[in-house]
């Protein structure tokens, strides 16, 4: 018999201790395994810390103890989840933060592997089953199964699922003629990327890897002005550091950073790169996560979890944005990436860089005593000036805007001068919802979260009042509480009252707000920005890759357009094209030579011959008169969705025009047509549009036999 040490699944500080337990059954069991068993008739999940074999019985066990010795029900795993640098990690956190120890480690693990009940329900490795041929003689066999054989000999593998003649595989499979192997599958691909060689560093940045490299302290803060190319020196430090056999943690603060790290790491590593955050499934942080156990990686990318990869011999570990707030975890146990990464680092002998253009105060101060080393990049890569800073007093009432309390004048005419100029502006605000706090005009009374008592948001998009620190949430109600009156004030202002006051103020601009209310589910980052933007490596209708299209409603196409002008135009066709339009409207090919394919959102990207000047702003009243021959209704008085509508039509139009019309060109183009369509549905359903299922069909076709007048055969 064996007893045995565990935490329990429950990880409340007054259970914070080990409990006995005893095993008698034939499974391996370990330090490091998970068990089921019964804790106060609860079927619990427990984290196995000791197992020490005994001779005595049970009940002399009991006596010498003083309590009673429960069996556990079984063991959950074949090998034990953590190695011992990330015990001594968990012992190290739980300590340091007078955390429980067995929510370290449910920190740790992924979710189908935490010490949790509901990890036993959790995703597990997946599999594809291959068909490979074993024996290739066709005798005694009908002509059915010979078809079948020779075709998989033709194939070093086929997976199962292709096969339709079931019946018959299960004969060659019975004859021993085929066998089935099974191949763990991938549920998270990694995109694919051009391997990008080593760029050549400016002098200051190799100055800093020098120094990094060279000196032998174990942190280093780097302070490098914005543009000062703090990436590449991650990417030239990192690359010295696996030429030594050793492995790379690189951290950024929030997962939509992360991606875009991502591919800066993959283009000059390929597949030696994992990534781990929380915006993975529970299947793909599992196939991740095991890749990095098994040591198939030597980099891994991700948000503030990553700091628990399980890596083995790390070498570096890199902050970027080390004064972001989001590396301190907010919820049970509460630690900060940058101090496990200390931690981590002096069990592995490793170095720790902490990057950003504005450090931390507390990081500051240390490298000004000299705790960290300080290496310094002053200047830009491309040695422009930084952008200017103007700081406005709002408190002084000369600059607050008549129409908007919200913007400053200078602000207002900036914006407007930059949409002007077809450029774009970003309009920054850490604070989300739409209004900070509702209180009644009546009575004073403001409503407050009942859990922590500070001011509930207002959100105008689900009508809903939200604390932002505990995710309380209850109903606008529409009198107040304490009188009943129904004047209730909304004071203050968030990203959705923003966003609002920018259509008001400027009606004419596209806009696209993205924050942690738009971003909640899965991929909506990526999904916001798809739909509005077509982001570069999209491939165009005839096959060709294009840097970046973008179309806008309100580009405008300009008179002349001048060979030094960065306003240059792309065209998606069998080559990239570009074109001029004369005094007279006469537009001319450009000489191929000089077609530039880098120019970037702001340029205009459709211009066609024999298309007048009046096309932009005629094609989506158009559309709006194709839909509402389709769905037999009208909608005046819904100008701006109908238009968003009507964008997502028209660009599908021109995405899917080859040389000999409108159309699908191939099989990718007609997919693309319909999605882009269908986005459009999406909005059309908010407007009550009746859709059906082949509305879409319909859509494509009018506007296909509509807009082939536009194109020159």
């Known amino acids: 018999m064996k007893l045995i040490e565990l935490l329990i699944e429950h990880a409340t500080l007054s259970l914070n201790r080990p409990f006995t337990y005893s095993y008698s059954g034939k499974k391996k069991i370990e330090s490091g395994f998970r068990v089921l068993l019964d804790f106060h008739n609860q079927e619990l999940v427990g984290y196995v810390l000791s197992v020490k074999e005994v001779s005595k019985s049970r009940k002399e066990l009991e006596d010498e103890m003083g309590f009673v010795i429960s069996e556990i029900i079984d063991v959950i795993d074949e090998s034990p989840l953590l190695n011992d640098d990330l015990l001594s990690l968990a012992d190290e956190v739980s300590e340091y933060y007078l955390a429980s120890k067995i929510s370290v480690l449910q920190t740790m693990l992924p979710p189908s592997l935490t010490p ?32 079948l054989l020779r075709l998989l000999s033709s194939e070093e593998k086929v997976l199962k699922r292709e096969i339709k003649s079931v019946s018959i595989l299960n004969k060659l499979i019975e004859l021993n003629k085929v066998k089935i192997v099974k191949e763990e599958k991938r549920r998270f691909e990694i995109p694919e990327y051009e391997k990008e060689t080593k760029k050549q560093l400016t002098s200051d940045q190799q100055k800093v890897v020098d120094e990094f490299l060279f000196t032998n302290d174990q942190t280093y803060l780097l302070e490098g002005v914005t543009g000062s190319g703090k990436s590449e020196v991650y990417l030239s430090i990192s690359e010295e550091i696996l030429k030594q056999g050793k492995s790379v943690l690189m951290l950024v603060p929030e997962i939509s950073l992360t991606p875009m790290m991502m591919e800066y790491f993959i283009r000059r590593f390929n597949g030696n790169v994992a990534i781990l955050h929380s915006e993975l499934t529970p299947a793909e942080k599992y196939d991740e996560y095991r890749k990095i156990a098994k040591g198939e990686c030597q ?19 890199v902050l970027d944005e080390e004064h972001v707030e989001s590396y301190k975890q907010d919820v049970a146990p509460f630690y900060h990436a940058r101090d496990v990464a200390l931690m981590r680092a002096r069990m592995h002998d490793a170095k720790v860089l902490l990057g950003s253009a504005t450090p931390s105060l507390d990081s500051r101060a240390r490298a000004q005593k000299g705790i ?33 309390y919200i913007f400053s004048k200078q602000l207002r005419e900036e914006i407007k ?31 407050k979260c009942p859990n922590c008592g500070i001011a509930l948001t207002y959100h105008k998009t689900d009508g809903l009042l939200k604390c932002h620190h505990c995710d309380y949430v209850e109903l606008l109600p529409e009198t107040c509480s304490e009188c009943g009156s129904p004047y209730l ?25 993205l924050d942690s209310d738009s971003a909640k589910v899965r991929t909506r980052i990526a999904k916001t920005v798809e739909d509005n933007f077509w982001i570069a490596g999209e491939t165009g209708p005839c096959g060709s890759d294009t840097e970046m299209f973008y179309w806008r409603s309100n580009d405008e196409i300009p008179e002349v357009f001048d060979p030094e002008d960065e306003r240059w135009v792309e065209i998606w066709n069998d080559v990239f094209m570009q074109y001029h ?3 007279n409207g006469k537009i001319t ?13 702001e340029r205009v ?5 024999g298309v007048t000047d009046n096309y932009a702003s005629s094609v989506w009243r158009d559309i709006i008169a194709v839909i509402e021959r389709v769905s037999n209704k009208t909608y005046e008085g819904n100008e701006k969705s109908m238009r968003i509508i009507a964008d997502h039509l028209r660009t599908a139009v021109f995405i899917s025009a080859d040389n000999s019309g409108i159309k699908p060109s191939n099989v990718g183009q007609g997919y693309i047509l319909r999605r882009l369509i269908r986005r459009a549905i999406r909005h059309a359903k908010k407007l009550n549009i009746d859709v059906n299922s082949d509305w879409d069909l319909k859509i494509a076709n009018l506007i296909i036999d509509m807009y082939s007048k536009y194109y020159v055969e």
Do not use: W
Not at 120 to 143: F, M, R, W
Not at 605 to 609: I, K, N, Q, S
């Open 116 to 147: 949790r009940r509901s990890s036993l329900k959790a995703p597990k490795i997946a599999y594809d089953q291959y068909i490979v041929v074993n024996d290739k003689s066709e005798d005694n066999l009908t002509h059915k199964q010979i078809e």
């Open 372 to 404: 960290y080393h300080l290496l310094r990049l002053e200047k830009r890569v491309n040695n422009k000036a930084l952008p200017e800073t103007t700081i406005i007093n709002m408190l002084n009432y000369a600059n607050i805007d008549r129409d908007s």
């Open 489 to 513: 004030m909304k004071t203050g202002f968030g990203c959705e009252r923003v966003e609002e006051e920018v259509h008001r103020l400027f009606p004419e601009a596209r806009t696209l707000r």
């Open 605 to 609: 990207t459709a211009v066609l011959e």
């Open 417 to 447: 001068d930059r949409l002007a100029k077809n450029e774009q502006c970003i309009l920054l605000l850490n604070r989300r919802g739409f209004s900070t706090n509702v209180s009644c005009r009546k009575c004073g009374h403001v409503f």
């Open 299 to 317: 980099v891994v990318v991700g948000a503030r979890s990553a700091i628990f990869a399980p890596l083995q011999n790390i070498g570096l570990i």
């Open 589 to 601: 090919e450009l000489p191929k030579k000089n077609v530039d394919t880098g120019m970037g959102l």
């Open 581 to 583: 339009k004369d005094e």
